[in-house]
């Protein structure tokens, strides 16, 4: 994934939806899933977009990637796309890490586990 960020994966191409999850926005908006007040892991975060969108429901979000890279244009683009909503802007953390490694700093566990492939 670094050489792919390196030469310019644009977004919308390849992984990279260019928004949030069709499906995760749909379980939100319709508070199938109730993310308010949930720490929420997203493994393999990319550019973030399924983090804001827990951000945005009131989830204290984090997103995971093994790529520096990665997270250095999800926190870009955090400072973006959450601009005119700083609540959720700083309720969305993006760090980079194994997945089967990581743990948070806050020592604490995450209620919901979300990668588009499935729910957990």
């Known amino acids: ?12 191409t390849k992984w990279d939806a260019g928004k949030c999850s ?5 379980l ?5 899933l109730h993310a308010t007040n949930k720490r929420v892991l997203v493994p393999g975060c990319g550019r973030g977009y399924d ?16 790529c520096t890279e ?14 005119q909503h700083p609540e959720a802007a700083a309720r969305a953390e993006f ?4 997945f089967f490694e990581y743990q948070h700093t806050s020592g604490q566990q995450f209620d919901v586990g979300y990668d588009y492939t499935f729910l957990w």
């Open 51 to 66: 983090v804001f969108c827990f951000a945005r429901a009131g989830a204290q979000a984090v997103g995971l990637d093994l």
């Open 22 to 26: 069709p499906m995760l926005a749909k």
């Open 70 to 83: 990665a997270v250095a244009v999800a926190a870009g683009e955090r400072d973006k796309e959450l601009a």
């Open 1 to 12: 994934m670094d050489q792919s960020l390196e030469e310019g994966v644009d977004p919308g």
């Open 28 to 32: 939100l908006a319709n508070k199938e």
């Open 95 to 98: 760090v980079a890490g194994n």
